[in-house]
């Protein structure tokens, strides 16, 4: 079982930047891939990042690319994100996921466990 914590949302303008935390306890996370989802008021969870389990490989959704920078230290057993040039549309509850293998995934179906999130809300 694994416990995982988020941290590090709030209110920011835009052009602003936030460092989103994922905290987890239970058991390591080092060999599982990592992935980052968010959830804006009446819609699906949508993927924005995922990690591989060493960090090696990291992927992007689109509209996050270039802005946005998913890491992880598995010594500390913590997943972070790192969001720069902060945008309206970007406001939402972001989660992250534990993932099911060590590759991660963009298909939040793959994911076993997830936190209760933390709000991100972007003003114009």
């Known amino acids: 079982q694994v416990q995982l914590v988020e941290s590090g949302g709030g209110l920011v303008q835009a052009g602003g930047s936030l460092r989103l935390s994922c905290a987890a306890s239970?058991?390591?996370?080092?060999?599982?891939?990592m992935g980052w989802f968010r959830q804006a008021p009446g819609k699906g969870r949508g993927f924005v990042a995922r990690?591989?389990?060493?960090?090696?490989?990291?992927d992007y959704a689109n509209d996050v690319k270039g802005r946005f920078t998913i890491s992880r230290d598995n010594v500390k057993n913590m997943v972070y994100l790192q969001m720069n040039s902060l945008r309206p549309e970007d406001t939402a509850v972001y989660y992250c996921?534990?993932?099911?293998?060590?590759?991660?995934?963009?298909?939040?179906?793959?994911?076993?466990?997830w936190g209760q999130g933390t709000q991100v809300t972007v003003s114009s």
């Open positions: 239970g058991r390591t996370i080092s060999m599982n891939g």
């Open positions: 996921a534990v993932d099911r293998s060590g590759l991660g995934s963009r298909n939040p179906l793959e994911y076993t466990y």
């Open positions: 990690i591989t389990w060493n960090g090696g490989i990291t």
